[in-house]
């Protein structure tokens, strides 16, 4: 099960240049004084293959980023809930996935759970990733399709299942010796459970094996453990951009000064909190009046505050009128709609949503969200809002139905994977 020579010949090279460049990041990281969670000493062993002292026999999820791991915590969290002598190891590609864990995850589960970063997908690393592990089993999120990984894992004899699978335009494109390193790690699969039909389609057309592909559901539509928030409470009404990236908040500042918006404030919530100066000083510069909300700055007077901080945008969804989800203005792909609808908020996006196509179509077929095709459509659905909040109200109630109907995702997967003899 050898990804093909091409890529073995890639991921040699890579074998090469990768401890050096790794070791290059890792002391940037330190001398910046911003190392990785768990240190960028540790973060250049994992990523080299050595995932430090693990409990041998846990369950191995791996989580690439902060959406995946968003993602897949209710999943893990009802597995170590139904299975007391259950350990797991969670892996990521980035910090934020780690600190990401290390925010969400209960304090109950806090001993049960291990975290480590993946290793590179060369051979060497991950077969020392796997005879230090020794997981029972692997859940792999969405689409991490890594042939030397996969193929490591079947010579270590760790069942592999893809949740919440999904396939981008990207993959099904890549070239044909991509697509034959993609079909072999298909091969180390135990089961692929998809999201939906047309993502069922996609492995089934890459070269997955249909009687190992089940139609389970959206783990996105999992409700996240624990209370809802309460919500942010600035003492004005507020309207959220929530997610946002740079070059959306400059065109979203410029339709809120044009539109009639009474009293309420424009709240914004970059994706990256730590732009948060850079930001403030572009939209001061700009001729707004803006506040910091991690200086603790009063937004009173404010025309816009920025909710620069870790951990609070689902307060800040909470308290919102209604929300415009970022990362869609741009090409960068949205980001998750469906924190917002969950929480009764009618939801506004941009055309660029591709990495949350089913869930924005699923959103607004239930009449619960507004794709805007450009700014100034944007703007227009946005003057609507403000006007008709009776509307937004309704579309809201409308997306918290359609995310309650699907609360039961967990148990599925729990069922399909039960089925399979997983975890």
């Given at each position: ?98 600190a990401a864990l290390a925010r969400r995850l209960p304090a109950a589960f806090a001993d049960r759970v291990r975290h480590r970063y993946l290793p590179f997908d060369y051979r060497r690393a991950v077969r020392g990733f796997f005879a230090r592990a020794r997981p029972r089993a692997g859940l792999i999120v969405e689409t991490e399709l890594w042939p030397w990984l996969y193929a490591a894992a079947a010579e270590a004899d760790v069942p592999l299942a893809l949740v919440n699978a999904r396939l981008s335009a990207r993959t099904l494109g890549a070239p044909g010796w991509l697509k034959r390193a993609y079909l072999g790690a298909l091969g180390a699969l135990h089961a692929v459970l998809c999201r939906n039909p047309e993502d069922a389609a996609g492995f089934r ?219």
């Amino acid at each position: 099960m050898r990804p093909p020579a091409a890529y073995r010949l890639l991921s040699a090279g890579l074998g090469l240049l990768l401890p050096p460049l790794a070791a290059g990041w890792a002391l940037a990281a330190h001398w910046r004084r911003r190392p990785p969670p768990g240190g960028a000493r540790a973060w250049l062993r994992q990523r080299l293959g050595d995932p430090a002292p693990v409990p041998p026999g846990a369950l191995w999820l791996h989580a690439a980023s902060v959406g995946e791991l968003h993602t897949a915590l209710p999943l893990l969290l009802a597995l170590l809930e139904a299975q007391p002598d259950l350990r797991a190891l969670v892996t990521t590609v980035t910090p934020g996935g780690a600190a990401a864990l290390a925010r969400r995850l209960p304090a109950a589960f806090a001993d049960r759970v291990r975290h480590r970063y993946l290793p590179f997908d060369y051979r060497r690393a991950v077969r020392g990733f796997f005879a230090r592990a020794r997981p029972r089993a692997g859940l792999i999120v969405e689409t991490e399709l890594w042939p030397w990984l996969y193929a490591a894992a079947a010579e270590a004899d760790v069942p592999l299942a893809l949740v919440n699978a999904r396939l981008s335009a990207r993959t099904l494109g890549a070239p044909g010796w991509l697509k034959r390193a993609y079909l072999g790690a298909l091969g180390a699969l135990h089961a692929v459970l998809c999201r939906n039909p047309e993502d069922a389609a996609g492995f089934r057309a890459l070269g997955a094996d249909p009687a190992r592909i089940a139609v389970v559901g959206n783990l996105k539509f999992a409700p996240p453990p624990g209370p809802p928030p309460p919500p942010a409470a600035p003492g004005r009404r507020y309207v959220l951009a929530a997610s946002t990236h740079a070059g959306e908040e400059r065109l979203l500042a410029a339709a809120w000064g044009r539109l009639a918006r009474g009293d309420r404030l424009l709240v914004i919530a970059p994706r990256y909190p730590d732009r948060g100066a850079q930001l403030a000083a572009e939209l001061a510069a700009a001729g707004w009046r803006v506040s910091r909300h991690s200086r603790g700055e009063d937004p009173a007077a404010a025309d816009i505050h920025l909710v620069d901080t870790l951990g609070e945008l689902p307060a800040w969804i909470a308290g919102a009128e209604w929300v415009f989800v970022g990362g869609s203005l741009v090409p960068r792909g949205g980001q998750n709609v469906l924190e917002a609808a969950r929480l009764g908020k009618a939801v506004v996006t941009g055309p660029h949503t591709f990495n949350f196509a089913d869930e924005v179509a699923r959103l607004a077929a239930a009449g619960a969200l507004v794709q805007a095709a450009d700014a100034a459509a944007l703007e227009a659905a946005c003057a609507a809002l403000l006007a008709e909040p009776e509307r937004a109200a309704a579309m809201g109630a409308r997306g918290a139905a359609l995310c309650q109907a699907e609360a039961d995702v967990v148990d599925r997967y729990r069922h399909a994977l039960a089925e399979r003899g997983l975890p």
